[in-house]
């Protein structure tokens, strides 16, 4: 069965240093991985995604994130925060024939 | 201009009292979702449908039903909606299970 742990719930960080949400999945196939954000009161938006392509994922709005297979982890980065970028972000997998499976979410609050 | 539309946006309603939140996609896609989303708990997938007449349970599908007759609609019934079920449905298409998913805006429903 597969599973998704969004290792932190909240991470603040000061504009302009850099971010990391953490994300490791189970599964026992070759997943698809994805990351999408939610701005407060808005839908959701593909940020990147992982489909056995290359494992460094390049995303929108500088965002790129690594597929680690020994590690099962697929960690979002950004070098420099802006306060635009404070909003909910969810790592989510897939695979062929299975359901879609959602993590509990990271809010990313951004200090002045 | 592509997209998913659901209706209605928001819904206050009387526990036992059946209610249908339609969704409908315009690109074709032949992948389709629906997701309630719970503070604290993410996204969970309540069902989907890989294809026309094509249905599959997701996590958390009790107390709900689904029907894909046309490859553009994927309504979503409740037919005895409980307080429990008051929650952010999302519907979502997508051209298959390891590609984008595009998300409607979002329906609020209050079951009281």
Same mark, same amino acid.
């Given at each position: 069965?597969?599973?998704?742990?969004?290792?932190?719930?909240?991470?603040?960080?000061?504009? $302009?240093?850099?971010?990391?949400?953490?994300?490791?999945?189970? !599964?026992?196939? %070759?997943?698809? /991985?994805?990351?999408?954000?939610? +701005?407060?009161?808005?839908?959701?938006?593909?940020?990147?995604?992982?489909?056995?392509?290359?494992?460094?994922?390049? $995303?929108?709005?500088?965002?790129?994130?690594?597929?680690?297979? !020994?590690?099962? %982890?697929?960690? /979002?980065?950004?070098?420099?925060? +802006?306060?635009?970028?404070?909003?909910?972000?969810?790592?989510?997998?897939?695979?062929?024939?299975?359901?879609?499976?959602?993590?509990?979410?990271?809010?990313?609050?951004?200090?002045? | 201009?592509?997209?998913?539309?659901?209706?209605?946006?928001?819904?206050?309603?009387?526990?036992?009292?059946?209610?249908?939140?339609?969704?409908?996609?315009?690109?074709?896609?032949?992948?389709?979702?629906?997701?309630?989303?719970?503070?604290?708990?993410?996204?969970?997938?309540?069902?989907?449908?890989?294809?026309?007449?094509?249905?599959?349970?997701?996590?958390?599908?009790?107390?709900?039903?689904?029907?894909?007759?046309?490859?553009?609609?994927?309504?979503?019934?409740?037919?005895?909606?409980?307080?429990?079920?008051?929650?952010?449905?999302?519907?979502?298409?997508?051209?298959?299970?390891?590609?984008?998913?595009?998300?409607?805006?979002?329906?609020?429903?209050?079951?009281?």
């Amino acid at each position: 069965a597969q599973s998704v742990t969004q290792l932190d719930s909240h991470v603040s960080v000061s504009e $302009g240093t850099p971010v990391l949400l953490r994300c490791n999945y189970s !599964s026992s196939y %070759s997943p698809s /991985l994805f990351w999408y954000v939610q +701005h407060p009161n808005k839908g959701l938006q593909l940020l990147l995604k992982y489909t056995s392509a290359a494992t460094l994922v390049k $995303g929108i709005n500088g965002f790129e994130a690594e597929f680690k297979k !020994s590690e099962t %982890s697929f960690h /979002l980065t950004k070098p420099s925060a +802006h306060m635009s970028d404070a909003a909910e972000y969810f790592c989510v997998v897939s695979h062929q024939d299975d359901k879609i499976i959602f993590g509990k979410g990271t809010r990313l609050h951004i200090l002045p | 201009e592509a997209q998913v539309t659901q209706n209605p946006r928001y819904l206050i309603t009387v526990t036992g009292k059946k209610l249908t939140v339609t969704c409908s996609q315009n690109m074709n896609h032949e992948y389709m979702s629906w997701y309630r989303q719970d503070p604290g708990l993410g996204l969970r997938q309540i069902y989907y449908s890989m294809n026309v007449e094509v249905t599959d349970k997701g996590d958390v599908p009790e107390g709900y039903k689904v029907s894909r007759k046309e490859k553009r609609n994927f309504p979503l019934i409740l037919e005895s909606p409980s307080p429990n079920q008051t929650s952010l449905y999302f519907c979502a298409s997508s051209g298959n299970w390891n590609y984008e998913q595009y998300f409607g805006p979002g329906t609020r429903l209050t079951v009281t």
